[in-house]
């Protein structure tokens, strides 16, 4: 089955650096990778997602990478903002099942 | 209105107990999952219906069993209450014609005492 790494665990940046979030996947048929935002007490939240056939997707202040070569995707907030504190999950699938990483803690301090 | 509800949002029992998540969704999606989510924040699918019939058992034991009346709701019942079975659960829904996001409830803080 699929299995997603992700890292940093945790991360500190000061409010206006950029964070970046790495993961790898190790199922070459998985075609799709979202990446879920969960604030305190609340369920995980879709902030952006990206299919195998792009490389790069953009909203705003975030955008997600993809690398299919390497199996490598990852999730970049520029100029991060207090309200950007939470704890972020990739996953991937290919067409069943979402299969997440561990999560990453992100605070960001004023 | 809420599209992925889950009812209650917390429960603290007994062990030995049996008690039920309830979860609905209105968003007309074909498919559905409970997920638990551990003290460290991972999130580990249980089970997965699609128009009511179980496609996905990962290995969660026999006292968890999902029941889905309709393919609007996916309500989870659990039998001899556990000590680590406290853990916050998420009910989460996918369409089949809008991509593949998951749109999770607010999840379940079960505790068990």
């Known amino acids: 089955g699929e299995n997603v790494e992700q890292h940093p665990s945790t991360l500190s940046v000061q409010e206006g650096d950029s964070a970046v979030i790495k993961c790898t996947y190790s199922d070459s048929a998985s075609n799709y990778f979202p990446w879920y935002k969960q604030e305190l007490g609340k369920g995980p939240q879709l902030i952006i997602d990206?299919?195998?056939?792009?490389g790069e997707k953009k909203d705003q202040r975030i955008a997600v990478t993809l690398n299919k070569t390497a199996k490598h995707f990852s999730l970049h907030i520029t100029e991060t903002q207090p309200e950007d504190s939470a704890v972020y999950f990739c996953?991937?699938?290919?067409?069943?099942?979402?299969?997440f990483g561990k999560g990453t803690m992100l605070l960001v301090s004023p | 209105d809420t599209a992925v509800s889950q009812t209650p949002k917390y429960l603290v029992t007994q062990m030995g107990n049996d008690k039920s998540i309830k979860c609905e969704q209105n968003l007309g999606h074909d498919t559905m999952y409970w997920y638990k989510q551990d003290s460290k924040k991972f999130l580990k699918i249980m089970f997965s219906y699609n128009n009511k019939e179980l496609i996905i058992n990962e290995t969660v034991p026999n006292r968890f069993s999902p029941k889905s009346p309709d393919k609007a709701h996916l309500n989870l019942h659990i039998n001899s209450l556990e000590l680590g079975d406290s853990a916050v659960y998420f009910c989460?829904?996918?369409?089949?014609?809008?991509?593949?996001?998951?749109?999770f409830g607010s999840g379940t803080r079960l505790t068990v005492v």
């Open positions: 990206i299919r195998s056939n792009v």
């Open positions: 996953a991937a699938s290919g067409y069943s099942t979402l299969t």
């Open positions: 989460a829904s996918r369409g089949s014609h809008v991509g593949y996001g998951y749109t």
